[in-house]
């Protein structure tokens, strides 16, 4: 059974920093494409980033290009989101993704992963 455990998050002003983590467990991680999402009260989910398996491709949307940062460490079944010059409308509940083994390339649509952290809340005030 796959599960994603994400950790980091809390309570920041703007300008600072903070990095979120997703620890998964089975074996099959470094077969899997990774992203984070974010939603915001009586918002849609909605894509941050992502990283593909095969190459480490990376994906933004374009509000957080330039800000933050997605990695991955295959040998601690972790994935990283790395968020700079935090803005108080990057406020909102984040979570990460994976998708099934071998899935790659852009994949901004909640539907396309299957697996799901417990999301943690991450509020910028100004």
């Known amino acids: 059974q796959v599960q994603l455990v994400q950790s980091g998050g809390g309570l920041v002003q703007t300008g600072d920093s903070l990095r979120l983590s997703c620890a998964a467990s089975?074996?099959?991680?470094?077969?899997?494409?990774m992203a984070w999402f974010r939603q915001a009260p009586g918002q849609e989910r909605e894509f941050v980033a992502s990283?593909?398996?095969?190459?480490?491709?990376?994906y933004y949307q374009d509000s957080v290009k330039g800000r933050f940062t997605i990695s991955r460490d295959n040998a601690k079944n972790t994935v990283y989101l790395q968020m700079n010059s935090l803005k108080p409308e990057d406020t909102a509940v984040y979570y990460c993704a994976r998708r099934l083994s071998y899935l790659g390339g852009y994949a901004p649509a909640p539907s396309l992963y299957t697996y799901w952290g417990q999301g943690t809340q991450v509020t910028v005030s100004s």
């Open positions: 089975g074996s099959t991680f470094s077969t899997s494409t």
């Open positions: 990283i593909n398996w095969s190459d480490d491709t990376t």
